[in-house]
């Protein structure tokens, strides 16, 4: 991962990173890219999903719009420093 590559993949992300920050970022995502080659170079038979023991035919709902109320804002999830929790934090 080049400099440039970096910075234009925080500036999409919205991220602000510190060169130390983007050093480290640029070696992790290239070990990631990495191994996603070696997985890509092994030679895995694709297989279909087996649903032959799903009880009943997956049903999906259709997406539709609508406006939110003021109701709706009670639901949603707690805030924390301007931030919803939407997880438990990890320990």
Wanted: proline share 7%; hydrophobic share 30%.
């Amino acid at each position: 991962m080049t400099q440039q590559d970096i910075e234009h993949l925080a500036k999409l992300a919205r991220l602000k990173l510190d060169s130390e920050t983007e050093k480290k970022f640029a070696e992790q995502l290239s070990r990631v890219i990495e191994y996603v080659e070696v997985i890509d170079q092994q030679n895995i038979p694709e297989q279909e999903a087996d649903l032959s023991n799903a009880k009943e035919p997956i049903e999906l709902r259709e997406d539709k719009s609508r406006q939110f109320s003021s109701d709706d804002l009670g639901k949603l999830p707690p805030k924390k420093e301007g931030k919803f929790i939407v997880s438990p934090p990890l320990n």
